[in-house]
């Protein structure tokens, strides 16, 4: 006992660690591994046979070891103060980058090699003597509801995770962060590489072939971490658990409380806040080899890890586009997200050696959208040759598929042919005869969408009633002027056409109906770039094919204003869901302003 006492004592004096790394990991082998030799340990921790033989010595020494090198109660008591207290699985954020299959549950939630993700990191840290286990949950948290109950797990819940990084989630658990280890939820580890015991702060690393950005970490001569950046260089990259100590836990959390509401914090990851505070701590890297931690970014990273993913993963999604192209799952491939737009998100994949889109309606759609008169529009659309990549709606929930359409440019509408051609594309619906059993008012869905912000008690910005003010009186003016309603896309603009060579395509037709036929090319200027009242009549002259008389002006102006103003009520509506769309809502806001003054000094006259 007094040797045991005083080796304890030795290590505690001016709050010095108790042990350096080195001959931590020594120790901690000697107490989970069953009678191991030194070439074991060596093997264990990546420690040369000479270190370890070193630390042996020492810990012998010290009495943390017995004399045939197996610990000593004095070493196991020593490292109860290192036992890892509890973990925290970040699992709130919503993988828009492992659509489509993620539209239907969190990444997390998926069955990879028999075991679902999150539930073998569960089971994983109870193996390693981690008994409190807190998720932290968010997109679709009720697929993590039956966790609490079957596997005792603790569950904390942040909405953070729209509009924020995973720093949230972490900032959520803080009251929860000791001796903690922190890990994503949708990594999988090939082995158990979780112990009941961590010396101090580190992230772990496994090996990058530079395909993909990844957190690239900077090391210095003693394997302190001393910057993180984002890049594709090969080497190593941060992957898989970290682990936290008391001291770094409560200093880390402070700063990122205290930065939360920083502008330029809302897209960070928790790693590059720390990057930012290097300086303030000592954070060591865990290497791992090859084959041990694996990430899942995108489907086809999990495709390539188990091959029968594809095959046995429950998926309405996956059915639905076997039935519509009446192939096999396995003639699937090449599945990759592409850039959300503004109201939808969308997959492009390879089926039976074809390129297909397949599009998931937005969350909050299903409320300013009829998907039956998508649908209706869509059908008439290929019939007249304005968009033949149509394949298939379901007029109910709203999701679609197209086919793909290989080399396009963007629309150019600084170059008169293209706008000419676009010009002929709409007026040829406007003048097919064509009709919908659905309208579309541009006016009436902005006071729509006022409704439910009022609904929500979200704050309207400085200015909004005045401008609505100015609306509502030109609307008043337009009142009397003849209007003749057809089907119009009312969604006419630049990202909605597609070019290639002397072809081009007229898609998404979500807002269409019948309606007045001057909206769509309304839409066409106040959703492009910004222009003078004169640039905007010249382009309504494209559309007449002659110049406009001044009562055709104002009435064209006046929608011009409308039109801006529903899409700038329409923005603020999406910021509301937590889906800002950025530079746009400024652009439909200068064009509802601009275009009502005008068109109100044209009523004037």
Not at 164 to 177: E, G, I, T
């Amino acid at each position: 006992m007094p040797v045991r006492n005083n080796a304890i004592a030795r290590f505690r004096t001016n709050g010095d660690p108790m042990l350096n790394r080195n001959q931590f990991k020594v120790l901690a082998c000697y107490k989970l591994l069953d009678r191991p030799t030194q070439r074991d340990v060596s093997l264990e921790t990546g420690l040369s046979l000479g270190t370890v033989n070193h630390a042996c010595l020492y810990l012998r020494k010290e009495g943390l070891l017995n004399h045939d090198f197996h610990i000593a109660p004095a070493g196991e008591e020593l490292l109860e103060q290192y036992r890892v207290r509890n973990a925290v699985i970040l699992a709130a954020g919503s993988s828009t980058r492992f659509t489509p299959l993620s539209f239907e549950k969190p990444k997390a939630m998926f069955e990879v090699r028999g075991e679902v993700l999150i539930e073998r990191l569960v089971r994983q840290l109870r193996e390693a003597g981690i008994d409190e286990i807190v998720v932290v949950a968010g997109y679709m948290k009720e697929c993590f509801f039956y966790l609490e109950e079957e596997l005792g797990v603790k569950l904390l819940f942040t909405d953070d995770y729209v509009h924020r990084n995973n720093h949230a989630s972490l900032l959520c658990a803080r009251d929860y962060l000791d001796r903690t280890y922190v890990l994503s939820s949708d990594e999988y580890y090939e082995r158990n590489i979780f112990s009941p015991y961590a010396f101090d702060t580190y992230l772990s690393a496994s090996p990058n072939a530079g395909r993909t950005e990844r957190l690239i970490p900077r090391l210095n001569t003693k394997s302190r971490i001393s910057s993180i950046q984002m890049g594709k260089e090969a080497g190593v990259a941060l992957q898989g658990p970290a682990c936290f100590s008391p001291e770094f836990s409560r200093r880390f959390s402070q700063i990122i409380a205290d930065e939360y509401d920083l502008p330029e914090t809302a897209d960070k990851l928790w790693e590059e806040v720390l990057s930012d505070h290097l300086g303030e701590f000592t954070v060591y890297i865990e290497p791992y080899e090859e084959g041990v931690i694996y990430e899942f970014d995108y489907v086809t990273d999990l495709t390539a890890f188990d091959e029968d993913f594809f095959v046995n993963v429950d998926s309405r999604i996956l059915d639905n586009i076997c039935r519509t192209l009446a192939c096999e799952r396995t003639d699937i491939a090449d599945v990759e997200p592409i850039k959300a737009g503004l109201s939808n998100l969308s997959v492009l994949f390879t089926a039976c050696g074809r390129k297909y889109v397949y599009r998931h309606p937005g969350n909050g759609t299903d409320e300013i959208i009829s998907r039956a008169s998508e649908a209706r529009s869509l059908e008439v659309a290929k019939k007249l040759g304005l968009d033949d990549t149509f394949v298939f709606e379901d007029s109910t929930e709203g999701w679609k598929i197209s086919e793909f359409i290989e080399g396009c440019s963007e629309f150019d509408v600084s170059d008169t042919d293209q706008v000419e051609r676009a010009m002929d594309m709409i007026r040829t619906l406007h003048e097919s005869g064509e009709e919908s059993d659905w309208d579309f008012d541009f006016y009436e869905n902005s006071k729509a969408l006022k409704r439910l912000l009022e609904q929500q008690s979200y704050p309207l910005p400085r200015g909004f009633c005045e401008l609505e003010a100015r609306i509502d009186e030109l609307w008043e003016l337009m009142a009397d002027d003849e209007v003749s309603r057809v089907l119009c896309h009312n969604d006419f603009y630049a990202p909605n056409i597609l070019v290639r060579g002397d072809d081009m395509w007229l898609i998404d037709w979500e807002y269409s109906g019948m309606s007045d036929p001057v909206c769509d090319v309304a839409n066409f200027v106040a959703q492009g770039p910004p222009c003078s009242v004169e640039e905007a009549l010249d382009v309504y002259a494209v559309y007449l094919r002659c110049d406009p008389a001044a009562s055709q002006a104002r009435h064209f102006l006046g929608c011009v204003a409308v039109v801006g103003w529903h899409w700038y009520v329409w923005a603020i509506y999406k910021e509301a869901r937590g889906h800002p769309v950025g530079d746009w809502l400024y652009l439909w806001y200068k064009a509802a302003s601009k275009f009502a003054a005008a068109a109100c000094d044209g009523y004037a006259r």
